[in-house]
C-alpha cells in the first residue's frame, strides 16, 4: 500500500523524520512517498486539494495531521479521519493569552509611571468573564482551565450563532471555531459593536472566522480593547498586512498546537488508525 504524505519541509511541528516514516513503514507493511504518487491508496496531512484528488485517483483514506474535518470538501467514497490530540497545546496557548492581556503585558512599558494608565484594566480572575465561542474539544478544555482560576465561563457552541445574543458583555471573547460555510466571517462589525469596549477578541480557531476589514476597524475606532490573533485569514502573514500596524493586536504565527510531542503524537495516532484500517 502507498501512502502520501505533505508533513515534509516545514515546521518542527511537521516535518516528519526519515526514522519517523521508516517506523511507520516498517510497524504497518506500507510504503511512504513525499511525492505525489498516482497509486496512492492514502493520503496523510492537513494541505489536500482538488488536484490531489485529480492527481490520486485511487485514494480511500484521508488522515488529516490536525483537529477537525470542515475545510475538506471530500467525496463521499473517501473515509476521512483526524488526530484530535494535536490540539493538545491550542486550549493552554489562549489560557497564556487571556493572561497575557489581563495583565496588561500586551502594554508593558519600562516606564513604572507609564504603565499606571492600565491599572484600571486589570482586574483579579474572579472579576472576569469570557465568552468560548465554539464548544467542541478545545473549548471545553479552556472551559476547565479558565474556570479552575475562578473566571466566569458562558459557552456557544458552532451552531448557535453569536449574533442571536443582543449583548455580549464579556472581558474576553475567545474564538475556537473551525471553518465551515457556518462559520466564515462569523465574527463581524455586528459582533464587535456588542462587545464590551475594554473587552479583547481571542482567535485560535481559523483566520477566516474572523472579518478582518471589521476587526481593523474596530481596533482602530476603540470599538473593543485590543486583539490576539495566532491566525489570520491569508497565512503567512503578509508584511503588509494592517493589523500588523496597530499596538493593541497581538498576532502569533500559527503556533498556538506548538509542543514539544506534538509530532510523535500525529505519528502514533496514525499507526493506531492505519492499522486499523488495514484490518
Not at 496523510?44 to 488536484?51: L, S, Y
Not at 479552556?142 to 457552541?157: F, V, Y
Not at 477578541?201 to 490576539?228: V, Y
Request: charged share 20%; glycine share 6%; net charge negative.
Amino acid at each position: 500500500m502507498i501512502v502520501y504524505t505533505d508533513l515534509c519541509n516545514r515546521t518542527k511541528n511537521y516535518t516528519l523524520t526519515d526514522e519517523m516514516i521508516h517506523m511507520v513503514e516498517s510497524q504497518c507493511d506500507v510504503k511512504i512517498t513525499t511525492i505525489i504518487n498516482p497509486n496512492a491508496e492514502v493520503y496523510w496531512g492537513d494541505k489536500i486539494t482538488q488536484q490531489h484528488l485529480e492527481v490520486m485517483p485511487h485514494l480511500k483514506w484521508v488522515h488529516l495531521s490536525k483537529t477537525g474535518t470542515g475545510k475538506f470538501n471530500l467525496p463521499d467514497d473517501i473515509s476521512v479521519t483526524n488526530t484530535p490530540n494535536s490540539s493538545n497545546g491550542v486550549a493552554e496557548y489562549a489560557v497564556a493569552g487571556v493572561l497575557h492581556l489581563l495583565r496588561g503585558l500586551d502594554r508593558m512599558s519600562n516606564n513604572r509611571l507609564e504603565f499606571d494608565k492600565n491599572i484600571d484594566y486589570i482586574k483579579p480572575f474572579n472579576q472576569i468573564s469570557c465568552l468560548i465561542v465554539g464548544y467542541g474539544r478545545i473549548g471545553k478544555e479552556i472551559d476547565r482551565l479558565l474556570s479552575a482560576l475562578g473566571m466566569k465561563i458562558t459557552n456557544l457552541d458552532r451552531h448557535t450563532h453569536i449574533t442571536n445574543l443582543k449583548e455580549l458583555p464579556y472581558d474576553f471573547v475567545i474564538n475556537t471555531l473551525p471553518l465551515s460555510h457556518e462559520t466564515i466571517n462569523y465574527f463581524t462589525t455586528e459582533t464587535f459593536g456588542k462587545m464590551n469596549k475594554n473587552s479583547y477578541i481571542l482567535n485560535i480557531g481559523r483566520g477566516e472566522t474572523i472579518n478582518e476589514d471589521d476587526l481593523f476597524n474596530a481596533l482602530t475606532t476603540k470599538q473593543i480593547r485590543g486583539a490576539f490573533l495566532d491566525v489570520v485569514q491569508n497565512e503567512p502573514i503578509k508584511y503588509d498586512n494592517r493589523l500588523l500596524k496597530l499596538d493593541n493586536v497581538f498576532i502569533s504565527p500559527h503556533i498556538a498546537n506548538a509542543l514539544y510531542n506534538a509530532l510523535d503524537t500525529q505519528v502514533q495516532t496514525f499507526i493506531e488508525k492505519l492499522k486499523e484500517y488495514n484490518k
